[in-house]
């Protein structure tokens, strides 16, 4: 389980720095730059430490499919971007691969 929460780390972590991005204005607002080479690092720490129990197809696919349902929240809530049914579609659709994934996959390390 302890493998599962380092990933759920990378996760959080990943979504904090690749928001940051915008924030930081192509590199040039030192404090988000920071937060994006920190929380980058941050990432790719516990992102390594869950690939000692977890497969790596099967935590790639959890990372990037939560930090892109993640980040499509936060993009609209913080910065007004606006999703149109298509793009609510497929990120549901992302979101229930995930959840496949993780209640009936046996590849998934449970």
Known sequence: MKYWL????ATV?????????????GFTRL???LVVVIGYAIAFYFL???????PLGIA????????????AVIGWWLYDQKLDPAAMLGIAL????VMVINLFSRSSGH
């Open 31 to 33: 404090g988000p730059t």
């Open 60 to 71: 790639y696919a959890v990372w990037a499919g939560l930090g892109i349902v993640l980040i």
């Open 94 to 97: 992302i979101l229930a691969g």
């Open 6 to 9: 380092f990933l759920a780390l």
């Open 13 to 25: 972590a990943e979504v904090f720095a690749t928001s940051a991005l915008k924030a930081s204005d």
């Open 48 to 54: 390594s430490l869950s690939l000692k129990q977890i």
